[in-house]
């Protein structure tokens, strides 16, 4: 199964509905952009289908797995979270391997050439705390990314990013799309929706509906 399926998901917290009877199919190798204003849920949306929050009602199907049945998370995602980090007093190329240990999938020539690939250097002595904000979150990507998963989760990927490094996450993510994941993007950035998505969701109050990005 290569689809993300959720069924009437609702969510509250401290009483305040976050999640309101979201139903919808997120199809493998494709991009699907979220967007909407602050509180509108994207994060929360993002949250529930990893696994961090356990919906009040409804279900969540992954390739197949039901999420907090058959597995609690998703057996193949990458995360990339607001007001997420790394370990400050190491390396970036010690942070990666230390994530890559838990699992054991990739060795250290697949996280050399992630730090690569996201064009961060992975001899680079300075740890995570000395990073500047743009290479924390290239690193952020990174470690997303670095074990090929098949669903990627990404909540405003490109904040704190320069120009340069917004057409190179652009590029990995079309990349990424051509390898068959399952990409959903929320971003306050426009651009972002309108020139990765192949399709597009509004949220507002929790609530989730198509939308046209031509008019984004």
Not at 45 to 60: F, V
Not at 183 to 198: E, F, G
């Amino acid at each position: 199964m290569n689809e993300l399926c959720l069924e009437a998901v609702s969510k509250s917290l401290n009483k305040r509905p976050v999640l309101c009877d979201v139903s919808v199919r997120f199809d493998a190798g494709r991009i699907y952009g979220l967007y909407g204003r602050n509180g509108a849920g994207k994060t929360m949306l993002l949250r529930t289908i990893a696994g961090l929050l356990i919906p009040d009602s409804g279900t969540i199907t992954a390739f197949g797995e039901k999420i907090g049945s058959d597995v609690s998370f998703p057996s193949e995602v990458g995360i990339l979270l607001d007001h997420i980090g790394l370990w400050p007093h190491y390396t970036g190329i010690q942070c990666l391997t230390l994530l890559a240990s838990i699992r054991g999938r990739i060795g250290s020539e697949d996280i050399r050439r992630t730090l690569i690939r996201v064009g961060l250097n992975p001899d680079d002595k300075r740890t995570y705390r000395q990073y500047s904000l743009g290479m924390k979150q290239r690193l952020l990507l990174a470690q997303a990314i670095m074990e090929k998963p098949r669903l990627l989760l990404l909540d405003e990927p490109t904040n704190s990013l320069d120009e340069e490094s917004i057409d190179l996450f652009r590029g990995i993510m079309l990349e990424e799309k051509k390898r068959g994941a399952l990409i959903i993007v929320a971003s306050h950035n426009k651009d972002d929706i309108k020139l990765l998505s192949d399709n597009v969701y509004r949220m507002d109050n929790g609530r989730l509906t198509p939308s046209d990005k031509d008019r984004l």
